[in-house]
């Protein structure tokens, strides 16, 4: 059993930056950041096997979000996902995510456990 609690939401202007934090208890393979917005799929906004290797660049991202947001940890129980030039199409509800089973890193559907989630709302 994997306890995920997400913190750092809020609501900023265009262009500025965030950084959302999840503390994780559990043994996981994998742990990400997932995004949902009103009538969309959850999508896979960054994800990182646990013994991925953030430094040599062990994480896959969501097209739209490459070279602006940032995933890392201090360890296998801290991550953070920063959020850098926010606009206002990454207005969502943001989840840490976790699963104990290798594959399919990208799919919302294989995360067994989920945290609460963290409302990010940016404005033009």
Do not use: H
């Amino acid at each position: 059993q994997v306890q995920l609690r997400e913190s750092g939401g809020g609501s900023v202007q265009a262009g500025v930056s965030m950084r959302l934090s999840c503390v994780a208890s559990g043994p996981y393979v994998s742990i990400g950041w997932f995004r949902q917005a009103p009538a969309r799929e959850r999508e896979a906004v960054a994800v990182v096997t646990k013994n991925g290797n953030l430094e040599y660049g062990d994480a896959l991202y969501a097209d739209s979000v490459k070279g602006r947001f940032t995933i890392s940890r201090d360890n296998a129980k801290m991550m953070y996902l920063q959020l850098n030039d926010l606009k206002p199409e990454d207005t969502a509800m943001y989840y840490c995510a976790a699963k104990d089973n290798a594959g399919a890193y990208t799919r919302a559907d294989t995360y067994t456990f989920w945290g609460q989630g963290t409302q990010v709302t940016v404005s033009s």
